[in-house]
């Protein structure tokens, strides 16, 4: 019963490296998010999907990339890494809803490190 | 604008005293309100949900938190506090307006023996 699983847990980066988070889901939810998680600024959508190949911006969509080929993985991607995303990721899913009524499940993070 | 205001950083509570975990919310359309627990170096889980129906709602863990329209509020309590909840309490609003899930800032729990 693995719910909401990100790999990796901790990554270290240096000022200009890539990456690719990945999250995946088994409970077949058609909705997928990435949140990044700030002191004192609660969790801040970055991109969401509503279905298998699609993908839209959330409110701080800059400096990420996402991809949804498959329902169940939803991939996040650094193209060039600054100290700023230096936080914790977040995935999350949820089933289908009427907009956004539908409670969310949630990974147990990604702690990366920019430096 | 859509948001969650949760007034209190931190709150500290003896175990076994009375907690209330305040939450205010602006939203356009019709609000599904939400409460999730975060326990350090975890996700956040599901305490509680308010759809429709009756205003005080019952979820895991003793919690209960109380849907008031008139105020723009759903403040969560819990009758006695175990030194286990000890963790930061995030509410939220979704609903009919969009696909995005607005968070609080959220509140952290410490709990004195």
């Known amino acids: 019963n693995a719910g909401v699983t990100q790999t990796p847990k901790f990554r270290v980066l240096k000022t200009g490296q890539s990456m690719t988070l990945l999250c995946a889901q088994d409970?077949?939810?058609?909705?997928m998010y990435w949140y990044r998680q700030d002191p004192g600024m609660g969790l801040r959508l970055i991109h969401y999907?509503?279905?298998?190949?699609?993908?839209a911006k959330g409110e701080v969509p800059d400096g990420y990339n996402v991809s949804r080929l498959k329902k169940q993985n939803f991939l996040l991607g650094l193209e060039s890494a600054a100290p700023s995303q230096t936080s914790v990721y977040f995935c999350?899913?949820?089933?289908?809803?009427?907009?956004?009524?539908?409670?969310?499940?949630f990974g147990d993070g990604t702690r990366l490190s920019i430096l | 604008a859509q948001s969650v205001t949760q007034p209190d950083i931190h709150i500290t509570v003896s175990e076994g005293a009375s907690l209330e975990l305040r939450c205010n919310y602006s939203?356009?359309?019709?609000?599904?309100l939400f409460w999730y627990v975060q326990s350090p170096g975890q996700g956040l889980q599901l305490l509680l949900k308010?759809?429709?129906?009756?205003?005080l709602v019952q979820g895991i863990k003793g919690f209960e938190a109380e849907f008031k329209r008139s105020q723009s509020s759903f403040n969560l309590r819990k009758p006695s506090v175990h030194w286990s909840d000890a963790a930061e309490y995030f509410c939220?609003?979704?609903?009919?307006?969009?696909?995005?899930?607005?968070f609080g800032a959220g509140t952290r729990l410490f709990v004195k023996a």
């Open positions: 999907s509503v279905g298998e190949g699609t993908t």
């Open positions: 999350a899913s949820s089933r289908q809803g009427v907009g956004q009524n539908q409670p969310q499940h």
């Open positions: 939220a609003v979704g609903g009919t307006g969009g696909f995005k899930t607005i």
């Open positions: 409970m077949n939810h058609e909705y």
């Open positions: 939203y356009g359309a019709t609000p599904y």
């Open positions: 308010y759809f429709s129906g009756d205003t």
